[in-house]
């Protein structure tokens, strides 16, 4: 099935650890974006990529990182996990040159502890 | 950097009322406008605007762009329990066509 998926769906972490939320689409889009979703903050952006290869900081970067080694995936990594990066994350990908719609994950619900 | 404003924040309406939600922006270089609905989970693409004017509608939901004004509008008339959800603004901009949503306005619609 077509699509974006991302894993895991949810996950319970120990402040100071190490985690990457895996994101995968089939469609070829070139751009991929990494949101964060907080009550009454909306969706945050903290990193994207228009094509594989390139990234670029948005809106909250900071103790994110991101990768686009190829066009299908865009793992964002959390180098150590503080309480305040607890949120719902959403990737997101999209046909850039056709100039369609985002498409999105389903989400990953991160609880840091 | 890009702005994307909604307003109300959060609205509560009766079964059968119209309401109208707002999107204002302010980017550089601007590309389009989405509006989405969320509910449980992933947000649902509703519209995409380029144009000033040119109302797209499906069903009982409308939405225009004033590209002059800086603003969006999503209308729903007869509005249903089922409307009940975030409906999100974003706008595509820049050399680098981010995509930069606003907070979102939370609708509730009472039977």
């Known amino acids: 099935i077509a699509g974006i998926t991302q894993a895991p769906t949810s996950q319970i972490l120990a402040a100071g650890r190490r985690m990457t939320l895996r994101c995968t689409q089939d469609?070829?889009?070139?751009?991929m974006y990494w949101y964060r979703q907080d009550l009454g903050l909306g969706l945050r952006l903290i990193h994207y990529s228009n094509t594989a290869g390139t990234t670029g900081k948005g809106e909250v970067p900071d103790g994110y990182s991101v990768s686009r080694a190829n066009t299908d995936d865009f793992p964002l990594t959390l180098a150590s996990a503080v309480p305040s990066q607890t949120s719902v994350y959403f990737c997101?990908?999209?046909?850039?040159?056709?100039?369609?719609?985002?498409?999105f994950g389903q989400g990953t619900r991160l609880t840091v502890v | 950097e890009d702005k994307v404003v909604q307003s109300p924040l959060s609205l509560v309406v009766h079964e059968g009322d119209t309401v109208t939600l707002n999107c204002s922006y302010e980017v550089t270089n601007f590309r389009s406008l989405l509006w989405y609905k969320q509910e449980k989970k992933a947000p649902t693409f509703l519209f995409m605007l380029?144009?000033?004017?040119i109302e797209k509608k499906s069903g009982r939901l409308s939405s225009i762009l004033d590209k002059k004004e800086l603003f969006s509008i999503l209308n729903i008339t007869a509005t249903q329990t089922g409307d009940s959800a975030i409906y999100l603004c974003?706008?595509?901009?820049?050399?680098?066509?981010?995509?930069?949503f606003g907070k979102g306005i939370t609708l509730s619609v009472r039977p």
């Open positions: 997101a990908s999209r046909d850039q040159d056709r100039g369609e719609e985002a498409f």
């Open positions: 469609m070829r889009h070139n751009a």
């Open positions: 974003a706008v595509i901009a820049g050399a680098n066509s981010k995509l930069t």
């Open positions: 380029t144009s000033s004017g």
